[in-house]
């Protein structure tokens, strides 16, 4: 072992600050509990946008969205009208593993399907297609299958029934936390990374049962997040004190009131034309489209030479965006203002891959879920889901109080892999 | 396999106590009957608690948006069980055009919120009973199986608690109903295996046609079709029980899209 120590980085996907805080003094977390009494827990900003395929590009990089290209689940690629769901594959910039000279244990990473040659082990997280291609290297694989390991709930059941999705999300949970002790104390390595995702989706679909103690779901939802503690405790018990211990997630989450459709009100207000009944989605949208949105609130103009039947010239330009910022500023559901900031492209994107990027980014309001897809025929509308991801909120933990940097104000999930570093030079000095 | 019939029989008994129970308690009560598979499973139950006659009035709001086959299901049945029906429209608002043809949770639901209370406080109904799942909704899940509504038929499960039925009697002034939820303990699931094990009819949409089929057909939930081949209630059952979305991917690339984008939608985006 080197005098150095080696680097933990633990994720909690979308878990925010203020959840975390809470769960950890009212008990549910007794061991995060003892965490924070020695270190720093900082609330920190996810990227524009707040979704976890770009935030986890991020956090792995270190880069803006323009540096890594990933802008979302999905895009559209230039020329086409086609959806298309970006990968690892699609990852331009290297994650911090390919930059290291040590040996990495990386499990359960979003957006990392499907796994390449690297130096250690790699088990890519969602979306993957099939566990075949999600393991590295290939020779693991009959290990992790024997431990029942699957990358994620399948949050198809939560439509179906609640208890099964709980079960499912139980199970997954405990298989992952075997495959964790499984590397752990089976692979050499000087970093070790694992995510939890199941709080994400827990979140997603019962966060009114976080609130609400009288919810059927309550002790359920804290129960999760009780064996997900379990599981950081025994990662700590097993550090030594030389050990870097980080911990973060990857965007902020909040009570989801509507779903408001970004490309419902672009066509109610003219800047975006398709016929609803056809099939094929984008592929439907017509020469006087102006500007689309895809997920979760992007928005891109229909940019001339850009896409196949793009009529923005590029004189336009300026007067479309003020136009879309404007509606969007003043655009308001039961009263309320859908969203809480409105972003240009040169705001919040730098890099060599910034014509891929939407021309403007909304954030959504408190409880206002945006969404781009085409088949919404209203612009709000109720939802099964409870929780929304937010674009603050998110967290930082660092163990030790000494000799850790400071965090500094606008630190967003893209900064963890710097700090880190310094964190490292730091403890080398 | 015992074991299911054992659960289901369970589900059964217990749903049709308290049918006879709210029944017994309040007389003056009526059914909603969305000609869905669950409150179709409920009128099923209804005639087992009774001994195949229904002894209340059953409503259907009718939006003016449903199916073809969903009218066609109604009248049949309607007919050949002996059902008082009363369709319930709320003209003034689908002449201003409240709901779309697939419209969701928010507008449907003031169609039907405006319609029912007009029909509830016209009639003096006393109690309603509803065939909703406790793991339908999100937002279900605090349910209860006896639910008082204030005036405004706004949830109000703090002020309620489960089983006290003489506190219900008492609550039950003249600005409130009680809703009696049989099935609240069900799952889709269980709803399919007893529809399975009585033969049940059910509304064709439910089955698989050209590689879709409906899963719910109400106009509270999501009216899109969900990727499936299940053509037999047998399919569908074993298609809950059995198949998840990564079992039924394959390799060719579009499939792998419909895959992600079917696991990007069961999450909510899209
Ligand atoms: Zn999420």
Redesign the pocket.
């Known amino acids: 072992m080197s005098c150095m120590g080696r680097t933990v980085f633990i994720g909690l996907?979308?878990v925010p600050h203020g959840l975390l805080k809470r769960l950890a003094d009212d008990g549910t977390m007794p061991h995060c509990r003892r965490l924070f009494e020695i270190g720093n827990l900082h609330c920190i900003a996810s990227t524009i946008p707040d979704?976890?395929s770009v935030a986890w590009s991020s956090i792995i990089t270190g880069k803006n969205p323009a540096e890594h290209g990933i802008f979302g689940f999905v895009d559209i690629p230039i020329n086409t009208y086609r959806i298309s769901f970006p990968n690892y594959l699609s990852l331009k910039s290297k994650p911090f593993w390919e930059k290291s000279e040590g040996r990495s244990v990386i499990l359960n990473v979003p957006s990392t399907f499907p796994v390449r040659e690297m130096n250690g082990v790699h088990i890519s997280g969602f979306v993957s297609l099939d566990l075949e291609r999600s393991v590295y290297p290939p020779g693991l694989l009959s290990q992790v299958k024997a431990l029942d390991y699957k990358v994620d709930v399948d949050a198809e059941k939560a439509h179906v029934s609640m208890d099964m999705f709980l079960s499912d999300l139980d199970k997954t949970l405990t298989a992952r936390g075997k495959v964790c002790d499984h590397l752990w104390q089976h692979e050499k390595w000087d970093t070790f990374m694992i995510v939890f995702t199941g709080t994400?989706?827990l979140?997603?679909f019962l966060w009114d049962a976080y609130e609400d103690e009288e919810h059927w779901y309550y002790k359920a939802f804290r129960g999760h997040f009780s064996k997900v503690d379990a599981i950081v405790g025994s990662i700590i018990d097993r550090l030594n004190d030389n050990d870097i211990l980080v911990m973060c997630s990857d965007?902020g989450?909040e009570h989801l009131d509507k779903n408001v459709y970004v490309n419902a009100i672009l066509k109610e207000h003219g800047f975006l034309h398709y016929d609803p009944a056809l099939k094929g989605g984008f592929a439907n949208i017509d020469g006087r489209t102006k500007a689309f949105s895809l997920d979760p609130a992007r928005i891109y103009l229909n940019k001339r030479g850009k896409f196949p039947r793009g009529c923005v010239a590029p004189n336009d330009e300026e007067k479309i965006i003020e136009d879309i910022c404007e509606l969007f500023q003043r655009y308001a559901v039961g009263g309320k203002a859908v969203c809480k900031a409105i972003y240009r492209k040169k705001e919040i994107f730098h890099g060599p891959f910034i014509d891929l990027a939407p021309d403007i980014v909304l954030i959504g309001n408190e409880g206002i879920n945006l969404h781009s897809g085409l088949t919404a025929e209203n612009t709000s509308e109720e939802t099964i889901f409870s929780?929304k991801?937010t674009q603050h909120d998110a967290f930082l933990y660092v163990r030790g109080r000494d000799k850790c940097p400071s965090v500094k104000e606008g630190f967003n999930v893209s900064n963890i892999i710097g700090y880190i570093d310094s964190l490292k030079a730091e403890r080398w000095r | 396999m015992t074991k299911t019939l054992d659960h289901l029989s369970r589900l059964e008994n217990q749903s049709i106590f308290i049918i006879r129970e709210a029944y017994s308690q309040f007389r003056n009560i009526a059914m909603l009957w969305s000609i869905g598979k669950d409150s179709t499973t409920l009128m099923w139950l209804v005639r087992k608690a009774f001994f195949g006659k229904v002894p209340f009035a059953v409503l259907h709001i009718d939006t003016g948006y449903k199916f073809k086959e969903i009218y066609d299901f109604r009248d049949t049945y309607a007919q050949q069980w002996g059902i008082n029906l009363m369709v319930v429209k709320n003209d003034e608002a689908i002449a201003q055009g409240v709901c779309p043809k697939t419209g969701k949770f928010e507008c449907c639901n003031q169609l039907k919120t405006e319609a029912l209370k007009q029909t509830m406080d016209k009639y003096k109904f006393k109690a309603l009973y509803l065939g909703i799942r406790r793991d339908e909704h999100g937002i279900r899940a605090k349910e209860r199986v006896f639910s008082t509504r204030d005036e405004d038929f706004e949830w109000d499960y703090k002020n309620q608690s489960p089983e006290l039925w003489d506190q219900y009697k008492t609550k039950a002034t003249h600005e409130e109903h009680i809703r009696v939820h049989p099935l609240l303990g069900w799952t889709e699931l269980d709803i399919w295996q007893y529809i399975l094990r009585e033969n049940i009819p059910i509304v064709s949409l439910y089955f698989a046609k050209q590689g879709r089929r409906y899963r719910s057909i109400g106009c509270e939930t999501c009216c899109s079709p969900v990727a499936s081949q299940a053509d037999t209630v047998e399919k569908i059952v074993e298609e809950l029980q059995t198949s998840t979305i990564s079992e039924r991917s394959g390799r060719a690339q579009d499939k792998e899209s419909a895959y992600i984008m079917q696991k990007l939608r069961s999450?909510?985006y899209m």
């Open positions: 996907d979308g979704i976890s994400d989706r979140m997603h965007h989450m929780g991801h | 999450l909510g």
